[in-house]
């Protein structure tokens, strides 16, 4: 998992992605443009997806992971808390549906808040619980990039 800020995630990230070098344009207007703009933008080859959702109690958000992509995650409207944790540490939940590339797991990690112009990188072994309210339910609006592993 790297935390850090999009300006950082813009001048570094392409160096450790190289497969990734879409990322610095996609981040820049990230950086400047609403949520709604960036729905209008075509981003290929990036899988971008956007969400939606008022965040939940820590307790109702299972941990999640993922085996096909690592996931770069932007709030651009909203807090959250996402919670962060190695896979070993984790219990399954529900088994991995290769189909839609998920496993849920219970446990607990370490919790980092998102807002505009934060963001996170999660590997394929970071255990993830996104959605988590902060100091009060916020409304959020966010883009996951799924990136290929």
């Known amino acids: 998992m790297i935390y850090d800020s999009v300006d950082n995630f813009i001048k570094e990230l392409p160096k450790l992605l190289p497969r990734c070098a879409e990322l610095a ?31 939940r ?10 085996r096909k992509y690592w996931d770069l995650q932007l709030v651009l409207e909203g807090e959250e808390l996402i919670g962060c944790a190695p896979l070993e540490m984790l219990r399954e ?22 807002t505009r112009g934060m963001s996170v990188l999660l590997a394929p072994w970071d255990g993830h619980a996104p959605g988590v309210t902060a100091e009060a339910p916020s409304a959020v609006k966010k883009i996951v990039v799924k990136l290929p592993w």
């Open 25 to 55: 344009g996609f981040l820049a207007a990230a950086r400047e443009k609403s949520f709604e703009e960036l729905k209008e933008m075509d981003f290929s080859p990036l899988d971008a997806r956007f969400g939606e959702y008022i965040t």
């Open 57 to 66: 109690p820590r307790e109702a958000v299972p941990f999640e992971a993922h």
């Open 93 to 114: 939940r529900t088994p991995y549906d290769e189909e839609e590339d998920i496993a849920f797991y219970d446990g607990g990690g370490q919790y980092f808040k998102l």
